[in-house]
C-alpha cells in the first residue's frame, strides 16, 4: 500500500508528466473555470462548450450520485493566448450529463435515459426537444450511450450503442445501424468509425457505418467491430496498485504498473499535420487507470485497417500522478491535442468496485476533492499554434474545405448545411470534379449530400473513378441518391463493377443491394448470386451478402451449394451460422412473459449484464461471450454462482469454443461486493438468466447465494475456468 496521492495543482501535475520529445503540454482550463470535465465540442468560434459529470462517485458507495448537479458550460479564450478564462454556464441541474454534440441552431445533450435538443439564444437555452427518451436503455455509467460523433455522411453516431440520428428540418430521423464500443468514438478521413472497450486499445470499422446492419438474424459481421490494434500492453510510470484488479497475478508487473489496458477510452485519430507527417492518422488512446495516454499509428491495406502501438517500453504521455484522468481526448480547430482530465483520485464506479480498490481509496484518501478538472492541449515545442476562427462569408467556408486539417474540413462541411448555403452549390459541384487532392471532393460530395442537392451526374463518375477512396464514398452515398427511378441507371455499373472484378468495391455492392431490394427485389437478388459466384470464400463478400438476407438464408445456402458444392467456403459457412441462430430465436421463451414473472432479475440484466452480454443473452463481439445455451449457466449452481459473485478471468469454453481476449474482455467483474445487491437480488438475476432466452435451468434460492458467499468466505479474486471445472 502507497502513500496517499496530493492533489497537486496544475503546474505541479503537468510537472510530473513524461511527454514524447518534441511536444509540450499546455494548460488551457483548470478548476475553478472547469470541474470534473468529460466531454466537449469546439464550436466556430473555437469555444468550448464543456460536459460537467460533477457528481460521478461523489465516495466509493457513490452516495447521491444521481443528484442533478450536472452542467454545461461554455468557456472562451478572450485574448486568443490559449488560457481559457471566461466560463459560462448554459445549462445546470442535469443528471450525470455524458455527451453533447453542436447541431445546426442548438445542442444535443445526452442525460440518460434521454437524449435532448436545446435550442442556443444569444448563448441561452430556447425551447427543448426530447429526441429520443431511450438513449439509453439503463445500466451503470460506464456502459451507457456516448459520443454523439457528427461523422462525415452527416449522422451522429455513438459509442456503446447501435443507434444514429440526424436532423431533417424540425424532425429527428433515428435508425439502427452496428454496436460499437464503449467510451469514445472517432472516424477517419474516409468517415470510418473507430472505438474500443476497456481492455482492447482500438477497435474500429473497415466500411462506411451506415450500411449492413439490416439482418438482425446476423450476430456479427466481418468488416465491422474489427480489432484494428490487438496490443493492449501499457507502460505507466508510476506504481499503479490503485486499479480494481491491482491483487491479480499478471494484473501488475514486479514494479506494481498496470501490464494491459483496464479503463481504455477516447479513442481520437489525428487528421492534421500540425504534428508533422509521420502522426498523420495516428490513432491516440487513454488509460485514465494508468494515468497516460498511448500513440498508435494505423495503415490502410485494401479495404482493412491495420495498426499497431507506435513504440514499446514507453507511451506518448504517462503522468506520475495519480489523480491525472485522462477520459477524453480531441483534436482541435488549431490541429493540437485537447486532453480532459477528470482530476480525481475514484475513477471506477460502484457497481464494479472491487473490496481491494474500496480500500486502496479509503486509506489513501483519494475519495476527495470533488472540485477539480483540468484541460490540456498537447502541441509541438517548435511550433506556434494559431486559434482558428471560421470566416461568415459561404465561399470562404467552402474553401475550407481544402484546409489540411481535418478538424477544420468537418466543420466547414457542417456549418454550409447547418445554415442551409445552397447558393455554394455550383462551387461544390466544382470542388467535387476538380482533379488532384481527393478529401476536399470527398468533404464536397458528402456537403452537396448533406444539403440534398447530389445527382446522378455527381456520382456517375467517381463510381468508375481509379483511387479507390473516391470509388469508396461514391459507393458509400448511393443510398442517399438511389431512388425508385434512378436505381435502373445504376445497377449496370454496380454489376460491371463485380464482373471486372473489383474486389474492393465487392462487399460494398452486397451492402447496396439492401437499398435497390427496396425498388427491385429481383434486381437485388439477381446482383446477390452474382458477388455470391465471384466472392465464394472472401468472408468480408459473404457477410456483405447475408446482411441482405433476413428470411432467405436457406434459400441463399442452397443456391451457394449449387454454385460450388465446397461447404467449407466462407459463404456457406457464414449462412449455416445464421441459421443456427435464427432455430435458436424461434425456440426461445417468451422474454416479456419471464420479466414479468422475474421483474427485479430482468431489470438487473438489462441494467448491469446486457451492455456485454447482449439483450439475447448471444454475447458482443469483443465484450462477452453467450450466456444463451451456455453450460456455465444452465449447468450445475455451484459453476454460475462463484461466477455471479466473485467474477471470472481469463479463457472459457462455451459450448465448444474457446472465448478469450483480446477477442473478449479478458476479466468479467463479481457482484459479491456490491452492497447495493442482496442476496435475493442476486438469485433473482441468476434464476432469470438460466431460465431466458433457450435456457430452462432450475431456479437459484437467496439461500443458494449465501451458501456460496459461505463457502468461498474471503476470497477476492475472480474464477478461472480451470477452477470452476476442478469443483
Known sequence: MYASSPVLSPAASMQKMHLEDGFKVELVASEPMVIAPIAMAFDERGRMWVVEMMNYMPDTAGTNEEQPTGKIVILEDLNKDGLYENRKVFLDSLVLPRALCLVEDGLLVAEPPNLWFVEIRNDKPGKITLVDNKYSSGGNVEHEPNGLLR????????????????????????????????????????????????????????????????????????????????????????????????????????????VNFTAACAPTLNRGLLFGPDYYLNAFVAEPAANLIKRNTIRQVGYQVLGEQAYQGREFLASEDERFRPVNLYYGPDGALYVLDMYRGIIQHKHFLTEYLAKEIMERKLAAPLSCGRIYRIVPSNKKVKPMVFPQRPVQLVRLLQHQNGWVRDKAQQLLIDKKETQTIPALRQLLHRPGQPLPRIHALWTLEGLQALRTADVFPLLQHPYWPLRMQALSVLPSVLTRETYQSYAPILEQLVRKPDTLAAPYVALLAHTISSFNKAEANRLLELIMQQYPDNRFVADAVISNLQGQEEAFYQKALSYNPDTSLALPMQLVKVK????????????????????????????????????????????????????????????????????????????????????????????????????????????????????????????????????????????????????
Open 151 to 258: 461523422a462525415l455522411d452527416n449522422w451522429i453516431y455513438n459509442a456503446k450503442s447501435s443507434t444514429r440520428y440526424k436532423k431533417a428540418g424540425q424532425q429527428w430521423l433515428i435508425e439502427e445501424t452496428h454496436f460499437r464500443g464503449q467510451w469514445g468514438i472517432t472516424q477517419d478521413d474516409a468517415g470510418r468509425l473507430f472505438y474500443n472497450n476497456n481492455s482492447q486499445n482500438l477497435l474500429g470499422d473497415f466500411f462506411a457505418p451506415g450500411l449492413g446492419a439490416t439482418n438482425p438474424n446476423q450476430r456479427s459481421m466481418a468488416g465491422y467491430n474489427e480489432n484494428i490494434v490487438p496490443d493492449n500492453r501499457v507502460y505507466p510510470v508510476r506504481a499503479t496498485t490503485g486499479v480494481n484488479r491491482g491483487y491479480m497475478e499478471g494484473t501488475l508487473d514486479e514494479h506494481l504498473r498496470l
Open 580 to 727: 443456427r441462430s435464427v432455430a435458436e430465436a424461434k425456440a426461445r421463451r417468451d422474454q416479456e412473459q419471464l420479466n414479468r414473472e422475474f421483474t427485479i432479475g430482468s431489470a438487473l440484466y438489462a441494467s448491469i449484464c446486457q451492455s456485454c452480454h447482449g439483450a439475447d443473452g448471444g454475447g458482443l463481439k469483443a465484450l462477452a461471450p453467450p450466456l444463451n445455451k451456455s453450460e456455465w449457466v444452465t449447468g450445475p449452481k455451484n459453476k454460475l454462482l462463484p461466477i455471479l459473485l466473485y467474477g471470472l478471468t481469463g479463457p472459457i469454453e462455451v459450448n465448444g469454443k474457446l472465448y478469450q481476449a483480446p477477442d473478449i474482455n479478458g476479466e468479467m467483474p463479481g457482484f459479491g461486493h456490491n452492497s447495493e445487491l442482496s442476496d435475493k437480488d442476486l438469485a433473482e438475476l441468476a434464476s432469470y438468466i438460466r431460465k431466458a432466452w433457450n435456457n430452462n435451468a432450475d431456479l437459484v434460492s437467496e439461500d443458494d447465494i449465501t451458501q456460496t458467499r459461505k463457502q468461498f468466505k474471503g476470497r477476492k479474486e475472480p474464477f478461472t475456468m480451470e477452477e470452476l471445472k476442478a469443483q
